[in-house]
């Protein structure tokens, strides 16, 4: 679990390139990351499968799979009946044949039909059968906020999965990581749920598809500071970095820390982070209570207990359902809520 | 519904299908017959038989808290013995909690259902090789996984080739209850759209613990495949033969790419729902009455007295067996050994999570603490 690992170049999601394949080095989109990366381990697995709903011709309602279909065919890009519970149950059914099925689900606020699928089935397969039969499903989850779409479209339900023993929950920042650990989700015998913030859909940025991958399980220093520590994870650390970036300015150097993964959770990187800097904040855009960040906050005081300076405190959504669109600006987490919070923290 | 026999009737559009009555003489019927000879008739009889010893046991040893909890399969042995021989090995199941028969019937030692129950173990046999799923605990869950591995098995090659020694079906058990929930009726659009190679076979055992058929349905349970867009039969789920010839022509039928159906097994719950219920508390003892006399086991054994297809030795036989059964699984199951909660660490991912093996460590080094103190 160190940010150091790698995985093995033999397997799916790590170096290798066919001849004629594009430039190694290529500025998209993190829905076109994606896509590259689903078509990656399509090319490398032909057990794996992709079902959900519009993800044929349409391409996804966010085009992650566009031209999918196209090129692996019907068999192997599934459009489904509009049945969260179908899409997610079929799979365990075609993982237990030995397939390597990868389900979309078409907004965050739409899993809960197949949240019975996910928690009593998905998760327990391995341990209902003593370790004997894995469950390597993944469950793609487009999900936060800031879009101004209407209601159940910008949730962030990722503590109820993290919370859920057998699931395994990541979540990516920018292209690269999506690029990634796509494929490493899907090259995973255990379930993955994979959440994808969907307001970064479309921001750019370089992928290196001849990189040495980080680990699917490990988080990352994505900017390095002594004053602070923020803890983010996929559409808060664009947040985060910006906060950082404006505090470097007041000569204040934050450090970012992008959970990549939210169970397991790698918390050394975070705690290595906080006994140098004694100030730590914790950012996400799921209600503050019970959230990840509470996890974090009470790993981070049971690990880093005399290094601290001040609490560990959260900036995260409140605990009212996601609001109207007009007003998610100021639900959401921002550069100046995120920089508030370290006022608070180093005036303790 | 007033007879408490809900369209058995000898006549109408809901009759069910039945090759052989309950005195056990032997009807003929003008889409189904019955393939097997009388030696496969013995068989039914004698898988009948033991699975109700083992379930007598079962019901005895949670009595005597040697059990947490047993449910009982009292009456759907015909339903279940007819509909698992209708099975190929190469074909795969998904059983729910009270599907003893099927289970058994594949194969199942009886002792791993002993071991569930009995809390010594999740529940759990070799799933690939006997061609059968765990139980279904969470009501109609089976519904879409059967229908995604018959899709599976789509995909692998393995429907519609002409070989009958290669092509496959998948059997989806659940009862009346299930039928109200998403899973299944998901699974029946998914099965159908896809036309996936599954039976779905209801057994309509008339409750759901205390709540009747009319509660789930207020029409006959296998009209409802046609709103899905596939053939729907009601079979006398206590007529093992019937059973089997309807089962039969199902799993052809899928085997075959011709897509999934539907089977309402109609049968009876004679006993609680399980262990822990009073149906004392529901229903009526009159309704109980009427269905001994429609017993699966019973029908069978009459005709196989009254035709000469069987003596007295084999009855004999066949009980000793199954008393022989019934000790040996008393003995072992008694001897089961306990489990530890440290094994069960090693079943939730493929390797350990960190927070798996720092919780697991801090709990040991704790045990280790009340040994060093003594």
Known sequence: ?348 | MSDGLNGLGESGPDTAVQLLTPTGERVEHPDYAFAGDDAMVRRFYADMVRVRRVDAEAIALQRQGELGLWPSLLGQEGAQIGAVHAMRDQDYAFPTYREHGITIGRGVDPLRLLAMFRGTDPGTWDIEALGVHLYSIIIGTQGLQATGYGMGLERDGLVGSGDPERDAAVMCFFGDGATSQGDINEGLVFASSFNAPVVFFCQNNQWAISEPIERQSRAPLYRRAAGFGLPGVRVDGNDALAVHAVTTAALDRARSGNGPTFIEAYTYRMGAHTTSDDPTKYRLEHELAQWRDRDPISRVRAYLESTGAADADFFAAVDAESDELAVRLRKECLALPEPSLAETFDWVYATKSPELVEQLARHEEYAASFEEAR
């Open chain 1, 1 to 348: 679990m160190s940010t150091t690992s790698v995985r093995p170049s033999s397997r799916p999601g790590a170096r290798g390139r066919d001849e004629g394949t594009p430039a190694p080095v290529r500025t998209m989109t993190m829905a076109k990351a994606l896509n590259a990366g689903l078509r990656k381990a399509m090319e490398d697995d032909p057990k794996v499968l992709l079902a959900g709903e519009d993800i044929g011709k349409l391409g996804g309602v966010f085009r992650v799979t566009e031209g999918l279909q196209k090129d692996f065919g019907e068999s192997r890009v599934i459009d489904t009946p509009l049945a969260e519970s179908g899409i997610v149950g079929t799979a365990v059914g075609m993982a237990l044949r030995g397939y390597r099925p990868v389900c979309e689900i078409q907004f965050d606020g739409f899993v809960f039909p197949a949240f019975d699928q996910i928690v009593t089935q998905v998760a327990r397969m391995r341990w209902r059968t003593k370790g004997a039969v894995p469950m390597p499903v993944v469950i793609r989850i487009p999900f936060g906020g800031g879009i101004g779409a209407v209601e159940h479209h910008s949730e962030s339900p990722e503590a109820y999965f993290a919370h859920t023993v057998g699931l395994k929950v990541v979540t990516c920042s920018n292209p690269a990581d999506a690029y990634w650990m796509i494929q490493q989700a899907i090259a995973s015998d255990d379930p993955v749920i994979f959440f994808e913030p969907k307001r970064r859909y479309y921001e750019k940025a370089e992928v290196d598809t001849t990189a040495e991958p980080l680990d699917l399980h490990s988080s990352r220093v994505v900017r390095p500071g002594r004053d602070g520590t923020l803890v983010a994870y996929g559409p808060m650390v664009k947040t985060c970095v910006e906060a950082a970036s404006v505090a470097a300015d007041e000569g204040r150097e934050l450090e970012v820390i992008d959970l990549r993964t939210l169970s397991p959770l790698d918390l050394g990187p975070v705690f290595e982070s906080v006994r140098r800097t004694g100030h730590a904040v914790v950012v996400h855009e799921a209600p503050v209570s019970v959230g990840l960040g509470a996890e974090v906050a009470a790993r981070i005081t049971e690990e880093c207990f005399y290094s601290l300076e001040a609490p560990v405190l959260r900036v995260a959504g409140m605990d009212v359902p996601y609001p109207p669109s007009r007003a998610e600006e100021d639900y959401l987490p921002d550069l100046d809520r995120v920089l508030d919070a370290v006022d608070r923290s180093l005036a303790y």
